[in-house]
């Protein structure tokens, strides 16, 4: 159900969800889910790390990846402000237990709306 979910930042195609009811996150089979939900799929770690360098992505968040991975956006301060952080790298994790909970990366291929 889409009313539950909320955006956490979109950027070119892929974007990260989490729930708001959950607060806890989605473990990888909800994950799956919800980005079907929304006509995508969850992204490969190519393709998060490429959103992350071409700097598309603001937050700072871990989430769950194509194949059962996570992948968490590392960023660094960039002013005097708490908000003034800028993605620079992604640290990927390739065998996390797949009931935690965790954010999802998704991703809307070419052609989809």
């Given at each position: 159900?889409?009313?539950?979910?909320?955006?956490?930042?979109?950027?070119?195609?892929?974007?990260?969800?989490?729930?708001k009811?959950?607060?806890?996150?989605?473990?990888?089979?909800?994950?799956?889910?919800?980005?079907?939900?929304?006509?995508?799929?969850?992204?490969?770690?190519?393709?998060?790390?490429?959103?992350?360098?071409?700097?598309?992505?603001?937050?700072?968040?871990?989430g769950?990846?194509?194949?059962?991975?996570?992948g968490?956006?590392?960023?660094?301060?960039?002013?005097?402000?708490?908000?003034?952080?800028?993605?620079?790298?992604?640290?990927?994790?390739?065998?996390?237990?797949?009931?935690?909970?965790?954010?999802?990366?998704?991703?809307?291929?070419?052609?989809?709306?």
């Amino acid at each position: 159900m889409m009313s539950d979910m909320s955006f956490l930042g979109v950027a070119g195609k892929v974007f990260a969800l989490g729930s708001k009811n959950n607060s806890q996150g989605l473990d990888l089979a909800e994950a799956e889910k919800a980005c079907v939900d929304l006509s995508a799929r969850l992204a490969t770690a190519e393709e998060l790390k490429r959103a992350v360098l071409d700097c598309s992505f603001a937050g700072c968040t871990m989430g769950w990846l194509a194949g059962g991975s996570t992948g968490t956006i590392i960023c660094r301060k960039t002013g005097s402000k708490q908000q003034s952080v800028k993605a620079i790298d992604v640290k990927i994790e390739t065998d996390p237990f797949v009931n935690d909970q965790y954010d999802a990366f998704c991703v809307k291929d070419e052609g989809q709306h």
